[in-house]
C-alpha cells in the first residue's frame, strides 16, 4: 500500500434475534509484514439495536377427528418472539359453518359469530395459552382460522400472525373390534405348526383405513426342524398380520 493513501472496504453482517436489543461490538485490526510503529492499528464500533416486535400465533384441535354432537377444543398458543412488551393483543377466529361456540374462560362470542380472545399485555419472549371449545354440529371438514394483532406497532414479520388447523367430522365414530383369537392344533406336537386365527370386525358405520394389528409370536412359532422349514413358518406369521393391514368396510 504506497504511502499517503487509503484503502476502503464494506462488510456486511446479518443480526441474529438473540442480538435484538443489545450492544454490538465490532472490533478491527490492521496488520502487515512491514514493521507498524504507529498503535492507531485497531479500532472498534458499538451499535444499540433498538427494540422490536413480532407477534406469532400457533394453533392445534383436539381430538382431530370427532363425531357429530362431540366437541372439539381448540388451543392456541400467543408468542412475542420481539424483544419489547406490547399490548392490547387481540386473537379472533371466525367459526366456519357447521359448528357451535361453547363456553370458554379465555375468549367469548360476539353477534356476529366471531371468536375474540384479549390480552392486556405480552411481555417479551412470553407465551400464552388460550383454549375454547365448540360443538360439532355436522359431518364434513373443519377449517378453523385465528389471527393475532396488536395496538403496538410491530415489525413486518409476515408469515406467523395467523394459524389454520382442520378436524374431521363422522356421524358416528367407527369401531374395530377383535372378537376372537384361536390356536390350532391344540395341543401341538414339538416340531409342528401352530396356526393362530384371528377375527377383526369393523361394526361400522364408516371404513376404518390403515388398520394395524400387532402379534408377538412366541420364539418358538418361527423355529424348524430346517432352516427352510423355519423360513415358512416365519413367513406365514408375517403374511398373518399383514393381511389386517387393509381398509375394513362395515359388517352388513
Known sequence: MAAATEAEFLLVAKVRPEALQQEILNSVTV????????????????IQLPPQVDLA???????????TGDEVTYELAVINQGTQKVEDV?????????????????????????????????????ERSLTFSVTA?????????????????????????AATVETEVVGELPEVLILGKEDFPDPVLVGGRLR????????????VDEVRLVEELPAANTQGR??????????????????ANRTLEPTP
Open 137 to 161: 354440529d355436522e359431518a364434513g371438514e373443519i377449517t378453523n382460522r385465528a389471527e393475532i394483532i396488536t395496538s403496538t406497532p410491530e415489525e413486518d414479520f409476515p408469515g406467523d400472525e
Open 90 to 126: 387481540l386473537v379472533t377466529d371466525v367459526l366456519p359453518e357447521g359448528v357451535t361456540f361453547e363456553a370458554s374462560e379465555d375468549c367469548t362470542q360476539n353477534l356476529f359469530g366471531e371468536v375474540t380472545c384479549s390480552l392486556e399485555e405480552l411481555a417479551a419472549a412470553e
Open 226 to 243: 430346517t432352516l427352510e422349514e423355519a423360513r415358512t413358518n416365519l413367513t406365514e406369521a408375517v403374511q398373518l398380520v399383514l393381511e
Open 57 to 67: 400465533i400457533a394453533k392445534r384441535a383436539f381430538p382431530d377427528l370427532v363425531a
Open 31 to 46: 496488520d502487515s509484514s512491514t514493521d507498524l510503529r504507529n498503535p492507531d492499528h485497531e479500532a472498534e464500533t458499538t
Open 196 to 207: 393362530y386365527a384371528l377375527t377383526v370386525t369393523n361394526p361400522g358405520p364408516s371404513p
